[in-house]
């Protein structure tokens, strides 16, 4: 398998006649009809009244389980028209690199608060970044996992959407195999796919994130994987079904644990190097970043007038504090 792992364009695999099955479960699981999140998605189109493809769903909001009264509603806007999407010509140059951008917002509707964070990329950079030549897994983690389709402009993009998730999937696969033994359960498997996001990222989160993840949405990885492992046998040799919920594989070399290593390291690099856009799109990024803190970990940290004016300057000694504590991955 250890050519898997070489990060090149390859034969989009979501085109084989034997992706048909999966890719029926993926468009049967992601429509989603909330009348919460049509409000956000009338306010996204609001705010960007041009150039938006698809409006996507994904995060702690999108289960009970895992939503909390401080949850924030988590969602991506594909566009393939940046130039006519942004309000600003920076904004558009500024997701040529290291997409995406990220916007925050809060407004007043029917009385009530709602607050979201939107995350932008075009339809381009969505079917790269979803394949196995993705510079990160940043987000390959995010449409690996479970999220809904709000809105397709047309059957067209629905279907990119679609094969987008079954790529992200089946690229994550070959990570998850090389640093799983010769023999492993489904659930073994799940919980491994599932953490890849979080070994490639320094972000924060509870430490149960992934279990939570796993229980709030079981039903789907359960339906879904088991046809995204078998697509990847017929494709690449393994894994094999031994029994029901266990699989084997060759032993996976050395040389292919290092390059999962290397890969999730290379996507913290790329992770921490997207902070100073965030902070350039994202409205009080700070106290954002603060609040966030505080939802994921019971704990509200108190800063100084220094530290709040200058936190990239002054903010360190805090955030290599929370590292130790194990708050920030």
């Not at 306010?43 to 895992?66: D, K, N, W």
């Not at 996976?252 to 902070?279: C, D, H, I, Q």
């Not at 799109?281 to 004016?309: C, F, I, M, P």
Request: net charge positive; hydrophobic share 40%.
């Amino acid at each position: 398998m250890e050519h898997l792992f070489a990060r090149r364009s390859q034969p989009d695999p979501t085109r084989d006649p034997r992706a048909a099955r999966a890719l029926d479960l993926i468009a049967r699981r992601l429509p989603l009809a909330d009348p919460l999140v049509e409000r956000f998605r009338a306010r996204l189109e609001e705010r960007h009244p041009r150039g938006i493809a698809a409006v996507i769903f994904y995060g702690s909001c999108l289960f009970q389980e895992t939503r909390t009264a401080t949850s924030v509603h988590d969602f991506y806007v594909l566009t393939d028209e940046p130039l006519r999407f942004y309000p600003k010509l920076w904004q558009a140059a500024l997701n040529l690199g290291l997409p995406p951008n990220v916007y925050y917002t809060a407004f007043q509707d029917r009385g009530e608060e709602l607050r979201c964070k939107y995350c932008v990329m075009s339809l381009a950079q969505f079917e790269h970044e979803t394949s196995s030549a993705a510079h990160d897994v940043h987000h390959l983690g995010r449409f690996s996992k479970q999220f809904a389709l709000v809105h397709a402009r047309d059957e067209a993009t629905r279907g990119a959407v679609e094969r987008g998730a079954l790529r992200a999937m089946l690229s994550l696969v070959a990570h998850s195999l090389a640093l799983l033994p010769a023999e492993f359960s489904l659930d073994e498997f799940l919980l491994q796919q599932l953490s890849l996001s979080y070994l490639g990222e320094q972000r924060v989160a509870e430490p149960d994130k992934v279990l939570k993840l796993f229980r709030a949405a079981r039903e789907f990885y359960v339906e879904i994987y088991p046809e995204v492992l078998a697509l990847h046998a017929a494709l690449h040799g393994a894994p094999t079904l031994v029994a029901p919920g266990r699989y084997a594989q060759p032993h996976p070399t050395p040389r292919e644990r290092r390059a999962t290593e290397a890969f999730l390291r290379r996507s913290r690099y790329r992770g921490v190097m997207r902070w100073p856009k965030y902070m350039a799109t994202v409205d009080n990024w700070l106290d954002y970043a603060l609040d966030k803190l505080e939802r994921h970990q019971g704990l509200r940290l108190q800063l100084s007038a220094r530290e709040r004016r200058h936190p990239l300057l002054f903010g360190w000694p805090r955030f290599l504090e929370l590292r130790r504590k194990g708050m920030v991955g």
